[in-house]
């Protein structure tokens, strides 16, 4: 696939392609079983679809959509193992001893973040760490709820994730830039309803050096996202092409600086964390195979029948699909299938939407799912990592946090699609 982006040469796109079936043939037999119950269900829909209609494009390309992922998720273990030699990080563990119990949550969440923007949950490991050992479970659910809060408004605006990749798949006119910076401004309006739910014991002062401690991490995840950005426009590749290309030669150059040992380090992480993640792999792949399918079929027809009401209602229709993919993840369906299946199918709805907005719902309606469904890496991990009932989790304080993020942001979804649209 990287050859392909450099080359673009359709032999390769071929390759790479029966790569990703030959990958799948040999990895769905030791799959979890929920994940071998949906390649079961994509075959017979894909086998029936192929019978139909005697052609097997629609399967190739869901195919040719998932094989970017079989680069840019080695390409996120690799940008983990190498943060993980960091020392960056061991000299921020000894400010916060003298910090309120608020700010402490404000710093994790903060920390959670914006490490969490490029290492996805490498940032829980990292906050957990600076903090102290022995914690009564009441204080170890509050430094889970603010981790998990801090990693699912990072997906809000981050390339690195793959409610973003999946986003820019879908609706690939819209530029990463664009979704980075609609997303910052959801980031901010979920800080604000944090101030308003959790730290409203918090004075500007406090505020202000709880952020401070983490703005460390700032820079690096800054130049990180700046880059990713300006290759995407210079050479117009989607965004997690960018990351591709970009992220490995950084981090070969960083881990250079640090010295043999070092690199031997992360590097030997790499391939025991993608083994344990063969399933990701597998879920992606398929969805948007499943995906692609199902857009070509009669029954997606069916469904855009079904719902071509609400296209003369485009607030309505904004809010029900980010309540379906959200709930739709609460209930155990991943976003990247809810994601993958809605919008293809719903093409001529969204005629009375701007593309960003519809980009942006798949986004957005993935952020809430992490926020508190039990399936989702980041609040599994986080209860984890914090030693806590994932029931606390999903049931907790976030809950009303998620149902007032969700109703702004609707809101603020349908604005801005009236301003694109007039």
Not at 76 to 85: N, P, S
Not at 154 to 177: G, M, R, T
Not at 245 to 272: D, E, F, K
Request: hydrophobic share 60%; with cysteine.
């Amino acid at each position: 696939m990287v050859l392909h982006l450099l080359l673009a040469l359709p032999l390769l796109r071929t390759l790479a392609v029966a790569c990703l079936a030959g990958f799948l043939a040999c990895a769905v037999p030791r799959a979890s079983v929920h994940i071998q119950l949906l390649c079961l269900v994509t075959a017979a829909v894909a086998g029936w679809d192929i019978l139909d209609t005697g052609d097997w494009a629609a399967v190739r390309r869901g195919l040719e959509s998932g094989i970017i992922f079989g680069a840019f998720i080695p390409t996120i273990m690799l940008l983990r193992a190498t943060a993980d030699e960091s020392p960056l990080l061991a000299a921020t563990r000894a400010r916060i001893d003298a910090w309120s119990e608020g700010q402490r949550e404000l710093w994790v969440q903060a920390v959670a973040h914006l490490l969490g923007s490029f290492l996805m949950i490498g940032g829980y490991v990292i906050a957990r760490s600076a903090l102290p050992a022995e914690l009564a479970e009441a204080r170890r659910v509050r430094f889970a709820e603010s981790a998990t809060r801090g990693l699912g408004l990072a997906i809000c605006w981050s390339p690195f994730f793959v409610s973003s990749a999946i986003a820019s798949q879908l609706v690939p006119s819209v530029p990463a830039w664009q979704l980075v910076v609609l997303g910052l401004a959801f980031a901010a309006l979920g800080l604000v309803l944090s101030k308003l739910f959790f730290y409203r014991q918090l004075d500007a002062a406090a505020i202000v050096v709880a952020l401070g401690g983490s703005a460390v991490f700032a820079v690096p995840s800054a130049v990180l996202v700046a880059l990713v950005i300006a290759l995407s426009l210079a050479s117009g590749l989607r965004n997690l092409e960018a990351i591709v290309l970009v992220v490995p030669g950084l981090c070969a150059g960083y881990l250079a600086t640090l010295g043999w040992p070092a690199t031997q380090r992360a590097l030997g992480r790499v391939p025991a964390t993608l083994a344990r993640l063969s399933d990701e792999v597998i879920i992606i792949s398929v969805a948007m195979c499943l995906g692609a399918v199902i857009a070509g079929s009669g029954a997606g027809t069916a469904l855009s029948q079904l719902l071509i009401g609400f296209a003369a209602v485009p607030p309505v229709l904004i809010l029900a699909e980010v309540a379906l993919i959200a709930g739709a993840g609460f209930a155990g369906v991943h976003p990247m299938i809810s994601a993958t299946l809605l919008l293809p199918v719903l093409a001529e709805v969204h005629r009375g939407i701007a593309d960003l907005v519809v980009a942006y719902i798949v986004v957005f309606g993935w952020t809430l799912s992490s926020l508190l469904a039990i399936w989702t890496l980041p609040v599994a991990s986080s209860a984890t990592c914090f030693d806590v009932p994932v029931r606390r989790l999903a049931f907790g304080r976030n809950l009303r946090f998620v149902v007032a993020f969700g109703v702004c942001g609707c809101i603020a979804l349908a604005a801005l699609n009236r301003t694109m649209m007039n």
